[in-house]
Nanobody, 125 residues
Framework: QVQLVESGGGLVQAGGSLRLSCAASERTLDSVDTAWFRQGPGEDRAFVAIIQWIGGRTYYADSVKGRFTMSRDNAKNTVYLQMNSLKPEDTAVYYC??????????????????WGQGTQVTVSV
């Protein structure tokens, strides 16, 4: 069992930055792939980024590539999502998710077993 708690959301103007954190408890992030998803009003939950346990490789949705950076601090059992050059269309609830590691990249939220409660990010014009 992995308990995930997100933090760092808030209100920011377009062009600004935020850093989201996802802290794990009950179990470490060893041998776990961790991802960020987001869900805007009236939209399905969508993949944003993932960091694989194997090799620490990261992958991003095209909509955030070059603006968002995902990282992991094993000592703190925490993953981060640094979000720069934010746009109003980035407004959403951001969720941290995890699953046992695999060599594959899963973009479907149904493939993830553990979820945080979400943190709201609002980008104003």
């Amino acid at each position: 069992q992995v308990q995930l708690v997100e933090s760092g959301g808030g209100l920011v103007q377009a062009g600004g930055s935020l850093r989201l954190s996802c802290a794990a408890s009950e179990r470490t992030l060893d041998s776990v792939d961790t991802a960020w998803f987001r869900q805007g009003p009236g939209e399905d939950r969508a993949f944003v980024a993932i960091i694989q346990w194997i090799g620490g490789r990261t992958y991003y949705a095209d909509s955030v590539k070059g603006r968002f950076t995902m990282s992991r601090d094993n000592a703190k059992n925490t993953v981060y999502l640094q979000m720069n050059s934010l746009k109003p269309e980035d407004t959403a609830v951001y969720y941290c998710a995890a699953r046992n590691y695999t060599y594959r990249i899963y973009y479907d939220p149904g493939r993830y077993d553990y979820w945080g409660q979400g943190t709201q990010v609002t980008v104003s014009v």
